[in-house]
């Protein structure tokens, strides 16, 4: 006897009607579980709170942890769902109790939910409470039962349970009611948290605190008779004060926090940075604007980094106090001119190409390359100067004239490759003004310029790059370089003297330091190290308001020794002995000695081949000390030798701290070389000059400058063998010279003479 067809079809509809139970069943979770709007979490290295930036909600909801500390995971179970380790998703017999008091008090007083259940309460948004409900909570919290282990579902509560107010999650609920993090919280304090969920409302201060302290006695008390802690705990645990009003978040990483949330929001950085530094170097900024403020100074900032892996342990991007201007602009992210913060890495690559020695002379002397004329902070010229003191004294001139004959594109290829990415212009945008602030980069790049700078003297690569914010960077392989010529630069570094208040600071404490000052006094610089920690301060206005005094040694130096007083000391780094390269140089030249050279001494640098002395140069001197030649002289001269510069260099360099002493005056009976006594300073020989047009289209004037060995000395100047004047001690005029070809011509009094050709244009 067949089956009925009604059967039949009822068997089907049944078994199609289970098969889409089945699906929706193990489908009815949605991926992600929760998906909600995040706060923007900053940590220090240890963990520790720097920083949080509430959610999009309005919500302060922490990025979801990766477990749950113990005590408030046996407390939330305890009172919660104490059989939660045993059941399935649901407990039948919390169910049946729930159904007879609903019953009995002829309304919902109880939902016998467990903890998996009210995940999904709490993942379907607090829908209204209705049998349906109920039934549909079991089936899914079966479901995440099958997909999430037991600590998975409590990590999943734990960060989405309501706290009270605006508080969501166990961590953001420890830091807004007791300010600690969640592993400290005491068994009462974790006890007050787990009550909360179950009723949020009676967090509000002045209400309800009778009522939230039994809920949190009870618990306390199950937790004792559990045996989950002992009696001493539990008094103890009775006499702790509960929370009253939600407290501030901390916010020691200010800027970076604000970064954080304009790059990577709803994240949570575990970062490099060091709290207590993070905090004390604040502290140091914030103090450093208060005495500033009579000036009009409003911002300041700075950094510490490791120098070993490159990580920063304290990033201040500008001050927190509330009356300063601009204090939410985060300087250590904003280009700023760079002042004369490059200067030892120019140096050090031109000793790595031979051309300078530590000692080596660089001319300093009134110079002019075109449009552009350096001038020295101080206004005044050596004549020539050791370029260990061209770099201590951050003289402009000299750096200018060394960039010179390296090239500007070969030094901005180097400085890019070093870490300067915002440098993104040509060379010829540029100019030689690169080298004296002509250029902006943000600090955080001059960090990590002089880091690749100085790993590339320790023969170091770099493998990862990570930037504030943990995100990798590809910054190519740091250049090849040479290290006794990087050393040597650092030496040099470390001979700058100190501000006033700090000379007598740490004295057996090696600190190679920088500064820096901007056109107008604008940015105030100081970069520092002592082999481990790199120091970068900045002082200025972000309006770019300039502000007499804003000079990198008097105002960002300070700063930089008040922040290394507070680092752990570290030794100095260690000479690069395999580079090194014993050299004999003329004492008086700083170049390579040779036979002319009248002292000599030996140095430590640069297994480069470096430059023959062009000073010294042999000389004949008569009875009376004149200078003679064989030609000229009865008598049989006397073979000198002499350090001979040329007459401008001479007239500047008799009046400067150099001490020259210049050769001997010539016989009147022999007539001096021409070269020897006149030469143009600007411009020189076959140059092109650009005269520049006022407002009203009138073509300036050129000025013309020279140099004589002597000093008071009278010059005549002639334009085209005509008379245009003439100069005494300060040799320069200004001429209209017309567009086209010209030739100049200078003569002293004794008929001594020189001549250039220019051509004016446009």
Request: proline content about 6%.
């Amino acid at each position: 006897m067949g089956r009925s067809p009604r059967r039949l079809i009822l068997r089907r509809i049944a078994l199609i009607a289970g098969l889409i139970f089945l699906i929706w069943w193990w489908n009815c979770l949605p991926e992600p579980l929760f998906d909600p709007p995040y706060s923007t979490v900053t940590e220090a290295e240890n963990g520790q709170l720097l920083g949080a930036r509430i959610a999009a909600d309005e919500q302060w909801r922490f990025p979801p942890a990766d477990s749950v500390p113990m005590r408030f995971r046996q407390a939330i179970v305890q009172y919660e769902d104490e059989h939660f380790y045993s059941h399935p998703g649901f407990n039948p017999i919390a169910i049946v109790r729930a159904l007879y008091q609903n019953w009995k008090a002829g309304e919902v007083v109880s939902g016998g939910s467990t903890i998996s259940m009210q995940c999904i309460r709490l993942a379907r948004g607090n829908p209204s409470r209705t049998y349906w409900e109920k039934f549909t909570e079991i089936l899914r919290a079966m479901r995440l039962e099958l997909s999430y282990s037991k600590e998975e579902i409590l990590e999943l509560y734990a960060s989405q349970a309501p706290f009270g107010g605006n508080v969501v999650g166990l961590e953001a609920a420890a830091w807004r009611y007791f300010a600690l993090a969640p592993h400290r919280l005491s068994w009462s304090e974790c006890a007050a948290l787990a009550v909360l969920p179950n009723a949020p409302g009676i967090i509000h201060p002045g209400r309800n605190r009778q009522t939230f302290e039994q809920k949190r006695n009870r618990l306390l008390q199950k937790l004792l008779a559990e045996e989950v802690i002992d009696s001493l705990t539990y008094r103890l645990s009775l006499l702790e004060e509960l929370p009253s009003e939600p407290q501030a978040l901390p916010d020691l990483a200010h800027h970076l926090s604000q970064y954080q949330v304009k790059e990577m929001p709803e994240s949570r950085l575990h970062s490099s940075l060091n709290a207590n530094w993070q905090r004390h170097v604040q502290e140091l900024v914030n103090l450093h604007v208060l005495q500033w403020r009579g000036n009009s100074v409003h911002n300041s900032a700075a950094l510490v980094m490791d120098l070993q892996d490159g990580s920063i342990k304290a990033y201040v991007g500008n001050t927190t106090n509330e009356l300063a201007d601009g204090k939410e602009i985060n300087m250590l992210n904003k280009p700023r001119s760079t002042g004369s913060i490059l200067k030892p890495m120019l140096y050090a690559d031109a000793m790595a190409l031979g051309q300078l020695s530590s000692r080596a002379l660089v001319p300093d002397i009134p110079t002019r390359f075109g449009d552009f004329t350096p001038k020295n902070f101080d206004l005044k010229y050596r004549g020539a100067t050791p370029v260990y003191k061209a770099l201590q004294q951050s003289l402009n001139v000299p750096a200018a004239r060394v960039l010179r004959d390296m090239g500007v594109p070969v030094f901005l290829h180097r400085l890019r490759a070093y870490g300067l990415h915002d440098l993104d212009r040509d060379a010829g945008y540029y100019g030689l003004s690169l080298i004296l602030g002509g250029s902006e980069v943000p600090a955080l790049q001059i960090a990590h310029m002089y880091r690749r700078w100085i790993w590339a003297m320790q023969g170091k690569e770099e493998k990862s790059i990570y930037d504030i914010l943990g995100r990798v960077q590809d910054w190519g392989p740091i250049p090849n370089s040479d290290p006794a010529a990087i050393y040597s630069s650092l030496q040099m570094m470390e001979g700058l003297n100190r501000p006033s208040n700090w000379q007598q600071w740490g004295s057996n404490r090696r600190i190679a330091w920088k500064t820096g000052t901007s056109y107008g006094f604008r940015d105030a610089w100081a970069v520092g190290t002592d082999g481990r920690w790199l120091v970068v301060c900045w002082t200025g206005n972000a309006n770019y308001e300039g502000r007499p005094g804003v000079i990198g040694v008097e105002t960002s130096a300070p700063l930089l020794f008040s922040i290394m007083d507070y680092l752990p000391a570290s030794p100095f780094f260690e000479p690069p002995y395999d580079w090194q390269h014993a050299q004999v140089i003329c004492r008086e030249s700083g170049f390579l000695a040779q036979e002319h050279c009248r002292y000599r001494d030996t140095i430590y640098g640069s297994k480069a081949s470096l430059k023959n002395c062009p000073y010294c140069e042999p000389i004949f001197l008569n009875t009376k000390g004149l200078r003679v030649h064989h030609e000229c002289s009865s008598e049989e001269p006397k073979d000198s030798s002499w350090m001979i510069l040329s007459p401008a260099m001479t007239w500047y360099a008799q009046r400067s701290e150099l001490n020259y002493k210049a050769p001997p005056d010539w016989d009147p009976q022999c007539l001096a070389p021409i070269d020897e006594v006149l030469e143009f300073i600007y411009p020189e020989k076959f140059e092109v000059v650009r005269r520049s047009r006022d407002f009203e289209g009138t073509l300036g004037k050129v000025i013309l400058e020279a140099g004589h060995r002597q000093g008071e000395v009278t010059i005549f100047w002639y334009v085209d063998d005509e008379y245009i004047g003439s100069s005494r001690i300060n040799h320069r005029m200004e001429v209209a010279l017309e567009l086209g070809t010209h030739r100049l011509l200078i003569m002293d009094e004794k008929g001594n003479s020189a001549q250039s050709f220019i051509k004016v244009v446009d």
